[in-house]
């Protein structure tokens, strides 16, 4: 298979981590004997800096012309610190997904049971936990109209979805839920929201379409209750671009680390797949990022943008293989860990590697 792959790494440690999730796609090249041409762009603070421009015309071209992008993290420290920038890294992610028409974000999250001391909740409530979770990524108030008043003492940003917007991602959440347990739960706030109203409309329609799939609607707050009190009872999730948001960073604590889960914004074309972590500057440089979720990353890319299944549970399997072993970065780490086991970034990959060959 002949394929091209575009590599962002974008910001802070996005540049250490992506380093390991090409790696990991070329040993795969080289293993199942496939051609993959790699190249690279640039988004997000560091495209400020060289360009002036979160998403240079070039890089989106780049992206318009491949087959799968690779992305690593966007942001810096000073954006965060002044609110007032008009120019900020995470306009290019947004535009992005916009013009790639990235409209799902898929966010798997899946227990390595070698992890389950890793998170702060009880083994027995996390085991067997795997939920797939669905945002809708191209409508909500991230894109609604923005308002401030003049003497800024009032500000607005607008919720809004359009019925198409809805019905596209919730058949493609529904068709993910055929391939599992058959469960679906939509999550909205439909008692207070007219946005919510819509979206639970739409979903009731769609799921008359699937009489074989259990679905489920459950507010936010609830939401964000159950997947602490019983993340087991949850198999697909479907919900809206902020709520999706929020929930899938809470759910990165049942896997015990943001550094453990990979993502997939897909739509009808190009699809991008990132480490759900962000540019963490703070130790960017310092090789103690976890590369792990980038690796799965780039195992998320083989399975949806290439079919190619067999390669991707061969980075799946050698993650498990290296956790099983004991190694581990700092944020997977606990206090039983030996010192001898705790790896860097470059380590940490230079393992999974291992593995894969």
């Not at 199942?32 to 070039?58: R, S, W």
Request: net charge negative; aromatic share 8%.
């Amino acid at each position: 298979m002949k394929k091209n792959i575009l590599i962002i790494p974008g910001d802070g440690i996005g540049q250490e981590v992506t380093t390991w999730g090409k790696k990991v796609l070329e040993a795969i090249a080289d293993k199942y004997n496939h051609d993959f041409i790699f190249d690279e762009a640039i988004m997000g603070h560091t495209a400020i800096e060289a360009k002036g421009n979160p998403l240079p015309d070039e890089t989106l071209e780049k992206a318009k012309a491949s087959d799968a992008i690779l992305f690593g993290a966007i942001g810096h420290a000073k954006y965060d610190n002044d609110p007032t920038a008009k120019v900020r890294p995470e306009q290019g992610l947004l535009k992005i997904r916009k013009e790639l028409g990235l409209y799902a974000n898929l966010r798997p999250i899946l227990l390595f049971d070698e992890l389950l001391d890793a998170s702060s909740l009880k083994p027995e409530v996390l085991r067997g936990t795997d939920i797939l979770f669905f945002r809708e990524l191209t409508g909500d108030v991230y894109f609604g109209e923005k308002k401030r008043s003049e003497d800024n003492n009032f500000a607005s940003d607008l919720m809004n979805y359009h019925r198409y917007e809805v019905e596209r991602i919730a058949r493609k959440a529904f068709d993910a839920a055929r391939t599992r347990r058959k469960k679906l739960c939509s999550v909205d706030k439909a008692n207070v929201l007219e946005t919510s109203r819509l979206w639970r409309e739409v979903v009731q329609e769609i799921a008359k379409e699937y009489p074989d799939v259990e679905t489920e609607h459950m507010f936010i707050d609830n939401a964000a209750m159950q997947l602490i009190k019983n993340p087991q009872k949850f198999d697909v999730v479907l919900t809206a671009n902020l709520f999706g948001d929020i929930l899938t960073d809470e759910a990165s604590q049942i896997a015990g680390s943001m550094g453990m889960l990979a993502s997939a914004s897909i739509g009808d074309s190009t699809g991008f797949f990132e480490p759900i972590h962000g540019s963490a500057h703070d130790i960017a440089g310092h090789n103690k990022a976890n590369p792990l979720a980038s690796i799965l990353s780039a195992a998320l890319l083989l399975d949806i943008a290439f079919g190619l299944q067999e390669e991707a549970k061969a980075v799946t399997n050698a993650v498990a293989e290296a956790l099983k072993d004991g190694w581990r970065t700092g944020d997977i780490a606990n206090a039983s860990t030996p010192a001898d086991k705790i790896l860097g970034t470059k380590e940490m990959g230079e393992k999974v590697l291992a593995y894969i060959k």
